[in-house]
């Protein structure tokens, strides 16, 4: 089914094919004024949420984060301001990424694509932040998996879901089936800010 916005350039953003292609291409598109439509012109506060979630959860100074799908680098940015944690950083965008690296938040920057296993080592990070990607024909709940493999036990996962597909693609079910599973818990999932709509901040415990 078609998502839909009063925004214009939501609306393109959150009706991609989910080909890999296309969103890069779209995100091409799209940096150079991201910041802009999305902070100033969407009151775009995610970023900051979920690197105040983290902060206040976990102590990260010394400590190595990944901040997936990190766009132009707003998350991480915002983290930076809040601990001493050495932060990497991935994107399907290498425009987006471009734009992360002048930020000077991010120790390592690579191009990713969520969608599938992602070239990073069981356990290798203390903490994972993600903003803005569980969303629209983007990343599914099986993202949840790869976050989790790649996060030390002990280690939280902190992300958003965007309210429209919480439900549509059964994300409490992914990420319950994962607490059963023994691979993760399940430690919140509450109503958030997020821009023009509500968000799910999701914490998750890596095991």
């Given at each position: 089914m078609e998502a839909k916005s009063k925004n214009r350039t939501l609306n393109r953003i959150y009706n991609l094919t989910g080909n890999p292609d296309e969103c890069v291409e779209a995100y091409k598109e799209w940096a150079d004024h991201y910041e802009e439509d999305t902070v100033d012109g969407m009151g775009y506060v995610a970023p900051t949420v979920v690197a105040?979630?983290?902060?206040?959860?976990?102590?990260?100074?010394?400590?190595?984060?990944?901040d997936a799908g990190c766009g132009t680098g707003l998350a991480g940015v915002e983290l930076a301001e809040r601990a001493?944690?050495?932060?990497?950083?991935?994107?399907?965008?290498?425009?987006?990424?471009?734009?992360?690296?002048?930020?000077?938040?991010?120790?390592?920057?690579?191009?990713?694509?969520?969608?599938?296993?992602?070239?990073?080592?069981?356990?290798?990070?203390?903490?994972?932040?993600?903003?803005?990607?569980?969303?629209?024909?983007?990343?599914?709940?099986?993202?949840?998996d790869e976050l989790v493999r790649i996060t030390?036990?002990?280690?939280?996962?902190?992300?958003?879901?965007?309210?429209?597909?919480?439900?549509?693609?059964?994300?409490?079910?992914?990420?319950?089936?994962?607490?059963?599973?023994?691979?993760?818990?399940?430690?919140?999932?509450d109503v958030a800010p997020y821009h023009l709509h509500k968000c799910r901040l999701v914490v998750l415990e890596a095991v």
């Amino acid at each position: 089914m078609e998502a839909k916005s009063k925004n214009r350039t939501l609306n393109r953003i959150y009706n991609l094919t989910g080909n890999p292609d296309e969103c890069v291409e779209a995100y091409k598109e799209w940096a150079d004024h991201y910041e802009e439509d999305t902070v100033d012109g969407m009151g775009y506060v995610a970023p900051t949420v979920v690197a105040e979630k983290l902060a206040s959860l976990a102590k990260l100074d010394g400590k190595s984060v990944l901040d997936a799908g990190c766009g132009t680098g707003l998350a991480g940015v915002e983290l930076a301001e809040r601990a001493s944690a050495l932060i990497d950083g991935m994107d399907i965008s290498p425009d987006m990424l471009d734009l992360a690296r002048k930020k000077g938040a991010y120790e390592d920057l690579r191009t990713a694509d969520m969608t599938g296993p992602l070239d990073y080592k069981t356990n290798q990070y203390d903490a994972v932040m993600c903003v803005g990607t569980f969303t629209h024909a983007h990343v599914g709940p099986k993202g949840f998996d790869e976050l989790v493999r790649i996060t030390r036990p002990g280690g939280l996962i902190v992300a958003t879901v965007h309210e429209d597909v919480w439900d549509a693609d059964d994300y409490l079910a992914h990420l319950k089936s994962l607490d059963a599973s023994g691979a993760a818990r399940l430690k919140e999932y509450d109503v958030a800010p997020y821009h023009l709509h509500k968000c799910r901040l999701v914490v998750l415990e890596a095991v």
